[in-house]
C-alpha cells in the first residue's frame, strides 16, 4: 500500500480524534458533561442510522445481534465519552487525552487475561512503555483527582469494547453496528444526564458550532474517514498511526485552551505514544498471512 496516498486522509482522522478532547472541553462551558456526550452521539447516531438505512446496509435480523450492538454501545460510546466528558471537568485536555488513548495497550492486557489471545514482545514491550509514561504523567504534574480516574476508566471500556469488536464483529455490518452503537450510547448518555446531574445547554452560536462539529466531523467524518482508509488499505499499517491522536490532543489542548506543556507530560506523553506505535505496528506480519482481517 502507497501510504503517501492515505496520509491526508489519516492526519485529518486522527486529528479530528485527538482535537475533540479540546473541542469537548470547550464546550463544557455552556452544556453539563453528559448532556454533551449525548447530545453529540444521539445526534451522529441518527443521522448515521439514516445513511445506513438508505444504502441498505444489511441490518441485524437476530435481537441477540441487536443486543450485542446495544452493549458495545454502552462501552464504546456510553462509557468512554461519558468519562472522558466527566474528566475534562477537573484535568485537562491533554491529559485525558494521553489517558484515553492508553487503551491499545490495555487491549494486549486484557486480550491476554480474559480472551487467551497471544502477542510478541514487541507489543509487551508497548505496554511497558505504555505503562511508564502514565507513571511518569501521573507521578509529577498530574494529580489524583476524579478526572484522572474517570480517564483511566474511558481506557479500560474503551479496551473492553474493542475486544467485543474483534469477537462479534465479523457477523455485523460495519458501518451499521458504529451507526447503532453511537445511536444508542446516545440515548444511555441522555438517560445518564437526566438520572445523574442537572443538565444543561446553553444555546447559542458557540455552543451550537461545537456540537455540530463533534457530531458531524469528530464523529461520522472521523468514522468514515478512518475507516475507508482500514478498508482501501493495510489495516495493520493504518492502525500503528493512532498514536498520532493523542499528540493531536496535546497538541490541540496547548493551541486552543493554552494548557501548559510540562516536561512530565512531554515525556511520559512520548512513552505512550511509542507504547501506542508498538503495539499496533506489531500486527503488520499477522496481517501479512491474513489480509483480509480488520485490525482495527
Known amino acids: 500500500m502507497n501510504m503517501l496516498k492515505f496520509m491526508p486522509l489519516i492526519l485529518l482522522t486522527t486529528f479530528l480524534m485527538g482535537s475533540s478532547f479540546a473541542i469537548g472541553k470547550m464546550g463544557l462551558v455552556y452544556a453539563s458533561p453528559l448532556l454533551l456526550a449525548g447530545l453529540r452521539f444521539a445526534l451522529a447516531g441518527i443521522i448515521m442510522a439514516v445513511i445506513v438505512g438508505a444504502l441498505r446496509r444489511p441490518h441485524p435480523a437476530r435481537t441477540a445481534d441487536w443486543m450485542k450492538i446495544l452493549l458495545i454501545g454502552a462501552l464504546q460510546t456510553a462509557g468512554v465519552m461519558g468519562c472522558i466528558f466527566i474528566s475534562l471537568r477537573t484535568i485537562t485536555a491533554s491529559e485525558s487525552s494521553i489517558l484515553t488513548f492508553t487503551n491499545p495497550l490495555l487491549v494486549v492486557v486484557l486480550g491476554t487475561v480474559f480472551a487467551g489471545m ?34 483511566l476508566c474511558s481506557a479500560v471500556f474503551w479496551a473492553t469494547a474493542t475486544l467485543l469488536v474483534k469477537k462479534w464483529g465479523n457477523g455485523l455490518d460495519t458501518w451499521v453496528l458504529s451507526a447503532y452503537q453511537m445511536l444508542f450510547g446516545g440515548i444511555l ?21 461545537i456540537l455540530l462539529w463533534l457530531s458531524l ?36 489542548g496547548w493551541l486552543l485552551l493554552g494548557e501548559q506543556l510540562y516536561p512530565s507530560l512531554i515525556s511520559g506523553g512520548l512513552c505512550i505514544i511509542a507504547g ?12 501479512k498471512a491474513s489480509p483480509d482481517q480488520n485490525a482495527a
Open 118 to 151: 497471544r502477542y510478541r514482545w514487541y507489543q509487551w514491550l508497548g505496554v511497558l512503555l505504555g505503562v511508564t509514561g502514565v507513571a511518569i504523567t501521573l507521578g509529577a504534574q498530574l494529580e489524583w483527582k476524579a478526572g484522572v480516574i474517570f480517564g
Open 189 to 209: 448518555l441522555l438517560i445518564a444526564s437526566v438520572l445523574l446531574e442537572q443538565p444543561f445547554f446553553h444555546w447559542n452560536g458557540e455552543s451550537v458550532t
Open 217 to 252: 466531523l469528530s464523529s461520522i467524518v472521523q468514522f468514515a474517514g478512518w475507516y475507508y482508509v482500514l478498508q482501501k488499505g493495510d489495516p495493520a499499517r493504518t492502525s500503528a498511526f493512532l498514536f498520532l491522536a493523542p499528540f493531536f490532543g496535546v497538541l490541540t
Open 276 to 287: 501506542i506505535y508498538l503495539v499496533n505496528r506489531q500486527f503488520q506480519s499477522k496481517q
